[in-house]
Each structure stands twice: as C-alpha cells, then as structure tokens.
C-alpha cells in the first residue's frame, strides 16, 4: 500500500527531525485511505511499522514480513547497523524509533476509533425460521441491509473444516432480486433468494443472520468486510461455547 521502505529509520541521514518528517509524510498519504474504504489495510500497515521498530529496538532485526521486501540495498543497511556502532549513533537511533513509535501509536489510535465508529454503525442478529432449529445447522444466509437505501447483500456461507484438521468459514455471494429490497421479513427475503438461486443445493434449512447497516456502503466497502468479520466472530465464538458443554 505504502512505498516506505522497511528500513527507512536507518538510512542516510541519521536525523530525527528528519525522520520525523519523512514518518509524517508516509502517514499523511495513509490517511487518504484510512477516510475512504482501506481503514483495516492502512492499520495493517501502521502495525507492521511499530512491529519493526519494536523488534529492531530489542534484536537489531525487522520481522520477517518486512525482510523478504529488502532489497540489496536496504539489506546491507540493515547488517550495517548489526555490527558494532559508536554510542551517538545508536542513541540516534533509539530516539528516532522512541520519537516514531510515539507518532504511529497515537496514529493507530485514531484509525482504530474510526473502525469502532463504523462497527457501531452495524446490528446483527439472527432470525429463526418457523418452528425454530432442533440443531443449528453449520450453514445459512448472511444478509446485509443497507438501511439508507434498503438494497440488500447476500452470501451463503457454510463451516468447514479442511483435512489437516483446520476450521473455517466458506462465503459466497448469491443474486439478490431488488423485488426483495423493501419486505421487512428476512424469512421471506432469504426463501425468495434460495428459490431463484441454483448456487445451493435445496435441503435443511438455512440459518439466516441479519446485519442492519446504517450507512450507505457499496459491495467492496470495508463496512461488507467488517459485517462478514462479525459473522466469522460470532461463530468461533458459538463453537467454542458448544466446546466447553
């Protein structure tokens, strides 16, 4: 997303008001992102940079996702500072990364409140059919309606479970007719979607979990990838309880 390099808190010149400055810059290019629909991707981001700081702080190394981006250069940089310095240089150093990790923290912090904002923006519940489950079954329909213009997402979503023993959630968007858009029945809504798809195979009956979204958002929002989060959330969390019973 960025074009900071890795290694950018140990290259010529060893300044910290330069550093400062350069740090700045790069944050201020995110924060265009971070106003539009890459909030996560940004924090990501700003999280990979602390992680790297901290860790050459305390083992004069970056994490492993920030060392296979090196480039020659930046690699002979990063050994350069793994041998042995004069004292001024690495107390240099420690104020760009103290002075840094100060700056992204609070960065980090405003970015993580906006995401608070926009989850607050979102209500999901669940909608039991008539007759209700004798056992909830590990698939259903994941609808997401926008409350501003009453369109409405929809995906069929199943737990898995792979080979090698690991879980997870398989979710796949279905045709939503806009003839749906305005009933105020979810029951109705997803029989409607089932019957006009041929992406599910007709069988049990489908759990259907509802997010009321009170913004308008468009299909490769971040809004969609917070709701589809929440879903994923809400059933790790439904396993490990049936777990400890």
């Keep these: 997303m960025g074009n900071l390099s890795p290694v950018w808190f140990l290259m010529y010149p060893l300044d910290p008001e330069q550093k400062t400055y350069v740090l700045l810059d790069h944050l201020k290019n995110l924060h265009k992102k971070i106003q539009g629909p890459q909030i996560r991707e940004v924090l990501k981001e700003v999280f990979v940079i602390i992680e790297d700081l901290k860790k050459f702080k305390k083992e004069s190394i970056i994490t492993n996702q920030s060392m296979v981006k090196l480039n020659q250069d930046e690699i002979r940089i990063l050994k350069f500072y793994q041998g042995k310095l004069k004292k001024e240089v690495w107390d240099s150093v420690d104020s760009i990364i103290s002075n840094s990790l100060d700056i992204l923290y609070r960065y980090a912090n405003t970015g993580l409140e906006i995401l608070q904002e926009t989850q607050e923006k979102i209500k999901m519940f669940e909608v039991s059919p008539p007759g209700g489950f004798k056992e909830k079954p590990n698939f259903g329909i994941l609808l997401l309606r926008n409350l501003i213009t009453d369109e409405i997402l929809s995906y069929y979503w ?47 009956t489908p759990r259907i979990i509802v997010c009321e979204i009170s913004e308008d958002f468009l299909e490769d929002s971040d809004t969609v990838t917070q709701a589809k989060d929440l879903l994923i959330k809400r059933l790790v969390s439904e396993d490990r309880r049936n777990k400890m019973n």
């Design 158 to 204: 199943a737990e898995t479970t792979t080979k090698d023993g690991r879980e997870g959630v398989l979710m796949k968007q279905i045709k939503t007719e806009s003839s749906v858009y305005y009933s105020m029945s979810y029951v109705w809504i997803a029989h409607e979607i089932l019957e006009k798809t041929d992406d599910i195979e007709r069988g049990d």
